[in-house]
């Protein structure tokens, strides 16, 4: 019997992409084909040169649809075979294989904000503000969680889904909420994130909301929201002086530009030194500190072993782009130490 394939792409809208899909019948026995759309649709061709080509990359079974349907995330290529600009996932296998000895792993802790009629789920109807932030960050009770219905069936498709669900949690803001993803080596830990960043979007229809990743979401004093990004090598995770190595590495002139620009849209916005936060044009790092660029959990230091969290990336960041830019710095200076 055929099934049903839902074959996303991330577009080319900028300074943010946004994702798209659409279904496909498959015949039953038969591979997942590439396929084509109009990318005069989603900013990444001309009207009189519109093709372009979606191959199927990962694909997992569809939550939603149920039965043999799938969800496939696919890379958009030009009708040359050759990646489209807006293809950031193949610079990331590359530098993925290009380092692969070092087993590079990642967590990512994906930040988010319902909205509904206008404004954050939660804040009052017909303007003003709700208390201010601080009962609301892992909170329980109606007065402090907003959305946790949604929330909760997310979290029972993407586990259906079998992505890499490694948790969840109310946030510091009202109507803010957090997921994470990992651990699992790139490019597939960016595949699984933009899957669930779909099938929240998705599943957000159902109950009226609209899930958001602006990483300012509310102007004044409310936290952002980011995608502070775990990551390790098999020499970090036996050694201390592999992790300070990193560290340092994140912090060598060029390199905190580079991944400033590579971190998401606005990130001036988030990273203002408040709500903790490190200052966007500024590098640090230091143990058990939010308020530093990147924090070396107080474990890691106990244990003299571990992972290292770059707190910068925004909740609108491509983690493609995120990946490979910690791989190709933190590897880099790791297979030079």
Not at 16 to 38: H, Q
Not at 67 to 89: D, F, K
Request: glycine letters at 10%; proline letters at 7%; one cysteine or more.
């Amino acid at each position: 019997m055929p099934f049903k394939a839902e074959y996303i792409w991330v577009d080319g809208t900028r300074p943010t992409a946004k994702l798209r899909s659409k279904t496909k019948i498959v015949e039953d026995g038969a591979e997942l084909p590439i396929w084509g759309f109009d990318g005069s649709s989603t900013n990444q061709a001309p009207g009189d040169k519109s093709d372009c080509v979606l191959r199927p990359v990962f694909s997992c079974p569809d939550p939603i649809r149920g039965g043999n349907s799938v969800l496939v995330m696919c890379e958009v290529e030009l009708i040359t075979g050759a990646p489209h600009p807006t293809n950031t996932r193949r610079a990331c296998a590359e530098a993925a294989e290009k380092f692969a000895d070092q087993e590079a792993i990642f967590g990512i802790e994906q930040e988010y904000t319902f909205f509904k009629d206008g404004r954050p789920y939660g804040f009052p109807v017909g303007g003003g503000f709700p208390a201010p932030q601080g009962g609301y960050y892992c909170g329980v009770g109606a007065d402090e969680v907003f959305g946790r219905d949604v929330v909760e069936k997310h979290m029972d498709l993407c586990l259906q889904a079998g992505l890499h669900l490694s948790g969840i949690n109310a946030e510091v803001m009202p109507g803010q909420w957090e997921f994470q993803i990992g651990p699992v080596a790139a490019p597939q830990v960016a595949d699984e994130l933009w899957v669930a960043r779909w099938l929240l979007y998705r599943i957000a229809e159902d109950f009226d909301v609209s899930a958001m990743l602006d990483p300012k979401p509310v102007k004044g004093d409310w936290n952002g929201a980011g995608a502070h990004t775990n990551f390790s090598t098999n020499a970090m995770r036996d050694n201390y002086d592999a992790i300070i190595t990193a560290c340092d590495a994140l912090g060598k002139d060029g390199k905190v530009a580079e991944h400033i620009a590579g971190y998401g849209a606005g990130i001036e916005h988030r990273l203002t030194g408040m709500h903790e936060t490190a200052p966007w044009s500024e590098y640090s790092y230091g143990v058990s500190d939010r308020g530093a660029s990147v924090r070396i959990p107080w474990q890691v230091e106990r244990d003299g072993k571990g992972y290292i969290e770059d707190r910068r990336p925004n909740a609108n960041c491509d983690p493609y782009v995120v990946t490979r830019l910690l791989i190709n710095t933190c590897c880099s200076a790791l297979a030079n130490a």
